[in-house]
């Protein structure tokens, strides 16, 4: 970053040979996200109960790895960069699922189960 | 860039902590964060979101203006950038003055009457509302400044087909805060806004 190389014909810091996009991809691009915030308010108008939640993370998701793919040029990096990418989401995915896990089951450790060998704590419960 | 990709991926996690915070509250008390999203205004959500769809597409003009030697559109489009990142915070600002009104600051003389027995775990949500929002909101101005920078050693003619990586580097920050915001306009604005 501190090197200010000037000088034509020599390959700066940091330089890799990015190809430069086509404006015409980075609109459409650009006209797609809009089209799926959109799209997303309307889903949302509509009564889908527990799919709502679904079909919003779903569109996020897809608008997120757009402007990842080709706004943050991850289709034109290298394999280690993409490794990176990859790594962040898979621990995004075990902090946000582990959390998630161990809260939603909390209530859970004294319940009998139907399938329970245990008769007397399973009609304790009715 | 490795090492920009490697900076967002703590942020990722930053901002993860966060979002498993809201999918645990919201797991406990579904019936009070419904009744929160009367509150959330759909309309200038998504305002912002396009908002900020565009500063992605102009800052992604930038860089290729600056991978190109084009100093007046990367001049330009730095400038569109700034100025849509500032028009988001400041219909952000306006929300927030909104909510101050309605007296759904959770702390300070929080006021919940149409639902008074989610009087408690409804502030929950309306902190993390400020907290993530908030937290954005931090990104959003730090970006601003990167960018201000950029501006400054743009018209001083620093960028060019050899040398555009802080632009680019940049751009991966914006670009990512971004993302940020697309995660949390339909957590935030739009589940449960049939009810």
């Known amino acids: ?9 020599h390959a700066a810091s940091g330089q890799h040979h990015t190809p430069v996009p086509k404006v015409r991809t980075l ?22 109960g527990e799919w709502n939640i679904v079909v919003a993370l779903l569109i996020a998701l897809t608008k997120a790895s757009l402007v990842a793919w080709i ?12 490794l990176f990418c990859v790594a962040g989401l898979v621990w995004l995915m075990i902090l946000v699922l582990l959390t998630y896990s161990d809260y939603s089951t909390r209530g859970w450790t004294y319940q009998a189960a139907p399938w329970s060998t245990n008769k007397s704590a399973g009609s304790s419960l009715k | 860039m490795l090492g920009m990709w490697t900076f967002l991926i703590t942020e990722v996690l930053f901002f993860g902590g966060m979002f498993g915070a ?8 579904p019936g009070a964060f419904a009744s ?17 769809i565009c500063s992605s597409l102009t800052m992604v003009l930038a860089v ?37 009104v309605e007296h759904l600051v959770p702390g300070f003389g929080f006021q919940y009457e149409h639902a008074p027995e989610y009087l408690h775990p409804a502030q929950l949500l309306f902190f993390l509302y400020f907290c993530m929002t908030g937290m954005h909101a931090i990104h959003m101005i730090v970006g601003l ?36 915001w697309i995660f949390l306009f339909p957590l935030l604005y739009l589940i449960g806004q049939r009810h």
């Open chain 1, 71 to 82: 706004f943050m040029g991850v289709r034109y990096s290298t394999t280690l960069t993409r």
């Open chain 2, 22 to 29: 809201y999918a645990v509250y919201r797991n406990m008390y």
């Open chain 1, 27 to 48: 609109v459409a691009v650009w006209a797609a996200l809009i089209v799926f915030t959109f799209l997303t308010s309307w889903v949302s108008e509509i009564e889908l």
């Open chain 2, 36 to 52: 929160t999203s009367r509150y959330m205004d759909v309309v200038l959500g998504g305002t912002n979101t396009a908002v900020l």
């Open chain 2, 64 to 100: 290729r203006a600056a991978q190109l030697s084009k100093r007046k559109d990367l001049i330009l489009f730095l400038i569109l950038t700034m100025i849509f990142g500032s028009a988001f915070l400041g219909v952000k600002a306006f929300e927030y003055h909104s909510k101050w």
């Open chain 2, 145 to 180: 400044g990167l960018l201000t920078y950029l501006l400054v050693q743009a018209v001083r003619n620093q960028y060019n087909e050899y040398y555009f990586a802080p632009v680019e580097m940049i751009g991966l920050y914006w670009h990512f805060v971004d993302v940020v």
């Open chain 1, 1 to 9: 970053m501190s090197t200010h190389a000037h000088a034509p014909g």
